[in-house]
């Protein structure tokens, strides 16, 4: 079995340990030219943003060929999947790939505008439970897409509607980096994207390939970096428990 993932946070690594020891970061493997993969049965795991797929990983997808009988996908959220499985799906048969098997594992949310880590942490989604219960699907090799409800299409349809009504290039001016800077470079080691720099011993970010997954901004050791939108709790921040920085950085940094 061969498992790709994404991870910003760890929640996706996590996942990903549980089902091979072993499992290889799509950051790390994704400037590779026409990447072929085969084995008898190949999964990636990663979080939703907006519901969909990191673009990371649907260029993963774009790009890559994958010789297996058995496709499956697994995708973190925290508070509403809103039909993910069902976005995800379309996100492959764009480029040809048909998975056998796509489910949600719902884990801490760490979208910093609209949650609060520290609340976060305190709720058991019994994350064991949901990743067995997937593995065992996966083991038994059982074809499922998680069917989107009526509701989760609504809350999709919602989100697009609220996020066209937002400033151009929100997204990409997602953070700001603070005098509080100490220019120790671990945002440089944790963006999956390449996106910082140190300059004159201070963090430089360049947003064009960024991918809102907030690695930078969980992990800045001197809350240096912070939102440019309101927050539920600035003080707060998460890394996966199991999850240690330095397998972030493993998986993260672009200049290994």
């Known amino acids: 079995m061969m498992l790709f993932y994404f991870t910003a946070t760890g929640n996706s690594l996590y996942v990903a340990r549980q089902i091979d020891k072993m499992p290889i970061s799509i950051p790390q493997i994704i400037d590779n030219?026409?990447?072929?993969?085969?084995?008898?049965?190949?999964?990636?795991?990663?979080?939703?943003?907006?519901?969909?797929?990191?673009?990371?990983?649907?260029?993963?997808?774009?790009?890559?060929?994958?010789?297996?009988?058995?496709?499956?996908?697994?995708?973190?959220?925290g508070n509403r999947h809103g039909g993910a499985a069902e976005l995800a799906e379309q996100t492959a048969?764009?480029?040809?790939?048909?998975?056998?098997?796509?489910?949600?594992?719902?884990?801490v949310d760490n979208y910093l505008p609209a949650f609060d880590m520290?609340?976060?942490?305190?709720?058991?989604?019994?994350?064991?439970?949901?990743?067995?219960?997937?593995?065992?699907?996966?083991?038994?090799?059982?074809?499922?897409?998680?069917?989107?409800?009526?509701?989760?299409?609504?809350?999709?349809?919602?989100?697009?509607?609220?996020?066209?009504k937002l400033p151009p290039d929100t997204f990409k001016n997602l953070y700001r980096i603070t005098?509080?800077?100490?220019?120790?470079?671990?945002?440089?080691?944790?963006?999956?994207?390449?996106?910082?720099?140190?300059e004159n011993g201070k963090a430089v970010q360049d947003p064009e390939h960024c991918q809102t997954c907030m690695a930078c901004i969980h992990h800045c050791p001197h809350k240096a970096i912070q939102l440019n939108i309101p927050e539920m709790n600035p003080n707060a921040r998460y890394r996966n428990e199991h999850i240690a920085l330095s397998d972030i950085i493993a998986a993260n940094n672009r200049e290994q």
């Open 118 to 164: 520290d609340e976060q942490k305190k709720i058991d989604k019994k994350e064991d439970e949901q990743i067995a219960a997937a593995l065992s699907d996966i083991n038994s090799r059982i074809h499922f897409i998680q069917p989107a409800m009526p509701e989760d299409r609504q809350a999709h349809q919602m989100y697009l509607e609220r996020t066209a």
């Open 93 to 107: 048969a764009r480029y040809g790939l048909k998975p056998a098997y796509i489910n949600t594992i719902r884990m």
């Open 179 to 198: 005098d509080r800077c100490a220019g120790c470079g671990l945002c440089v080691s944790v963006c999956p994207a390449g996106c910082f720099r140190i």
């Open 33 to 77: 030219q026409e990447p072929v993969f085969e084995d008898e049965a190949i999964g990636i795991v990663c979080p939703i943003f907006g519901h969909e797929v990191p673009p990371m990983v649907e260029d993963f997808m774009r790009k890559s060929t994958f010789k297996t009988d058995y496709l499956y996908i697994l995708l973190t959220y």
